[in-house]
Antibody, heavy 120, light 112 residues
Framework: QVQLLESGGGVVQPGTSLKVSCGTS????????MVWVRQAPGKGLEWVGL????????YYPDAVKGRFTISRDNSKSILSLQVSSLRADDTAVYYC?????????????WGQGTLVAVSS | HSALTQPATVSGSPGQSITISCSGTSGDVGSDHLVSWYQQHPGRAPKLMIYEVNRRPSGVSSRFSGSKSGNTASLTISGLQAEDEADYYC????????????FGTGTTVTVL
């Protein structure tokens, strides 16, 4: 069955960088766009990036553009999110999700999330 | 791109029907049929409940239905059950520069 598993979260200091990953299995990874969605403690969901099935195109909301970088390794079925210049308001659970239909905003499978806590 | 607007809380008794609204603009909700809804129980990952305004994924109860009118989408839960108590989020494609998606502010559903 489809599985997504995030890793790489933890406690990090402000101003540093962190890379979180999402290992996948159970589906043809290279055929699907993938997204990252975060959720600050006690807050709602926030879309923070999308990468096309082939990695050729990425999209970010203005709030994170320039600091967040999504990449993928289709040979290993791994999705990554690099976050630089971390700030306290980046503290959140970061979820990866599969885009069921390209461009349709339909995220049909999600990982369990990884917590990133930015604190000095 | 601003978050879509949802009511903070909606409540109902078992067996009743409730509706959650999701208000956006002509640049997101109102622009096409790309609105989805997610259910999230505490401490769990979100789960897709409705996509493309009114389509249900396999395995999702027919008690859940979606609709849209103008810039506002809606999720209706019929025959409310205790297990439906959760947070619900709408999500829309956003036709805005390099942005692509925007979530709603979220609604907590309470079963009385």
């Amino acid at each position: 069955q489809v599985q997504l598993l995030e890793s790489g979260g933890g406690v990090v200091q402000p101003g540093t960088s962190l890379k979180v990953s999402c290992g996948t299995s159970g589906f043809p990874f290279s055929a699907y766009g993938m997204v990252w969605v975060r959720q600050a403690p006690g807050k709602g969901l926030e879309w923070v990036g999308l990468i096309s099935f082939d990695g050729a195109t990425t999209y970010y909301p203005d709030a994170v553009k320039g600091r967040f970088t999504i990449s993928r390794d289709n040979s290993k079925s791994i999705l990554s999110l690099q976050v630089s210049s971390l700030r306290a308001d980046d503290t959140a659970v970061y979820y990866c999700a599969r885009e069921k239909i390209a461009g349709a905003g339909t995220f049909d499978h999600w990982g369990q999330g990884t917590l990133v806590a930015v604190s000095s | 791109h601003s978050a879509l607007t949802q009511p903070a809380t909606v409540s109902g008794s078992p067996g009743q029907s409730i509706t959650i609204s999701c208000s956006g603009t002509s640049g997101d909700v109102g622009s096409d049929h790309l609105v989805s809804w997610y259910q999230q129980h505490p401490g769990r990952a979100p789960k897709l409940m409705i996509y493309e305004v009114n389509r249900r994924p396999s395995g999702v109860s027919s008690r859940f239905s979606g609709s849209k009118s103008g810039n506002t989408a809606s999720l209706t839960i019929s025959g409310l059950q205790a297990e439906d108590e959760a947070d619900y989020y709408c999500c829309s494609y956003a036709h805005s520069g390099t942005s692509r998606y925007v979530f709603g502010t979220g609604t907590t559903v309470t079963v009385l």
